[in-house]
């Protein structure tokens, strides 16, 4: 294995850190504080698209694609290392556009849509000009088993019609979503894997009703949200299907394997802060005469989170590295791995910051561990739960022995 970052990645990596030092983090805390004294905060704060703008021509903008067509043709080894630095804000992935569900999105165009629809929605999406959701998710089925899906997408004539209702539809509630990507039952007597399709919606259809937000321990994510989605009866051209009728599982076996290494790169990114944050506060403060970082266990936390993250770490570059060389066929085992590791390895550095920030830990107010807390534990589901990753890397390695 080799994880040694490319010149190019370098060069990439050194302005993303320098943007996000001068640009991003300074501007963080206000930006919170603004969007909190709003009425309605599912709006895009200027600073938003002023940032945006700064990064598109600094030439920081779609580095997640390894093809210079449509992206920066950055390895998934090097793009790991800028999501990595992404991950120190919330705010930075929609900054550089390589925000989730996004980029999935792109690439499911880029290599599976029909040219009509890579007509009608690349520019605008690789532009920034809009965002996108996916429908997966549903509140009436064990959506961790994704053959469970019962919404469905069925043909009559010359036209798919959308029936069901979705939830946890990140990016929905976001005022530039403009399309989304509907998975749905099409054949229910097919093979299991050919039952399912993938569907190109553009939001204005009718039929389509948003019918709450929901939060996450009381936080609506605004201006991205999850919301609960109901179709009644959308009525979409044939043409919609993305690479046809039944192949939503190849699909989205595409869509999976780099966006995972990017959520976990991200996570990694978000635990560096958080150790930062954590023994900033443990030298900074003291309790019965000594720094807190004295005190204690808190030593060994300390060393504990550094391990923790460094082990993380290079399992996910050794995922990436192997999606370079081998392509998702010789990644599966890792990309299970790292999504069971790494959401847990930052849920746990993030509650015991908590811990060593003492009340002011759980203050939205004064520091951002609230929020990491919220999405490490969000983490550990919306990419599918532990449980399923666990279950495919022994599944992966008891096959070693079955012969």
Not at 101 to 127: C, F, K
Request: proline share 5%; net charge negative; with cysteine.
């Amino acid at each position: 294995m080799d994880f040694t970052i490319t010149a190019k990645g370098r060069s990439y990596l050194e302005r993303v850190k320098a943007f996000m030092a001068e640009e991003i983090l300074p501007v963080e805390a206000q930006y919170y504080r603004d969007l909190a004294a709003l009425d309605n905060r599912w709006v895009v704060l200027p600073v938003i698209e002023e940032l945006k703008a700064k990064a598109k021509a600094q030439g920081l903008w779609n580095l997640f694609f390894p093809d210079e067509q449509y992206g920066c043709g950055l390895l998934n080894s090097d793009y790991a290392l800028l999501a990595e630095e992404m991950g120190k804000s919330f705010l930075a992935p929609e900054i550089f556009n390589c925000n989730a569900p996004d980029t999935g999105n792109m690439e499911v165009l880029i290599h599976y849509g029909s040219p009509a629809q890579q007509t009608a929605w690349l520019p605008r999406l690789l532009s920034g000009e809009i965002r996108s959701a996916f429908f997966m998710t549903e509140p009436d089925v064990a959506s961790s088993d994704a053959t469970n899906m019962a919404a469905t997408a069925t043909i009559e004539g010359d036209q798919v019609v959308l029936n069901g209702r979705k939830w946890w539809s990140t990016g929905v509630g976001h005022p530039n979503c403009k399309v989304g990507i509907f998975m749905g039952l099409t054949a229910p007597d097919a093979p299991k894997h050919r039952r399912h399709s993938m569907v190109l919606v553009p939001m204005d259809t009718a039929g389509i009703t948003i019918e709450r937000m929901l939060p996450v321990f009381g936080t609506y994510d605004e201006p991205y949200g999850h919301g609960v989605v109901r179709f009644d009866n959308v009525r979409l051209p044939h043409s919609a299907f993305i690479a046809g009728p039944g192949r939503g599982f190849e699909v989205a076996q595409g869509r999976l394997g780099p966006g995972r290494v990017h959520h976990c790169m991200r996570a990694i990114g978000a635990a560096e802060r958080t150790l930062e944050l954590m023994i900033q506060r443990a030298l900074s403060r003291e309790a019965f005469g000594r720094p807190l970082a004295k005190l204690g266990g808190n030593v060994d936390i300390i060393a504990n989170a550094r391990m923790a993250i460094e082990q993380a770490r290079l399992l996910t570059l050794k995922c990436a590295w192997l999606l370079d060389t081998q392509g998702i066929g010789g990644a599966l085992n890792e990309v299970a791995m790292i999504k069971a590791v790494v959401p847990q390895m930052l849920q746990t550095v993030v509650d015991q910051a908590i811990q060593i920030h003492g009340g002011g830990g759980v203050s939205d107010d004064d520091f951002p561990l609230t929020r990491l807390f919220a999405y490490a534990r969000v983490l550990r589901l919306a990419d599918g739960p532990d449980e399923v990753h666990r279950a495919t890397v022994a599944r992966l390695e008891l096959r070693r022995y079955e012969g």
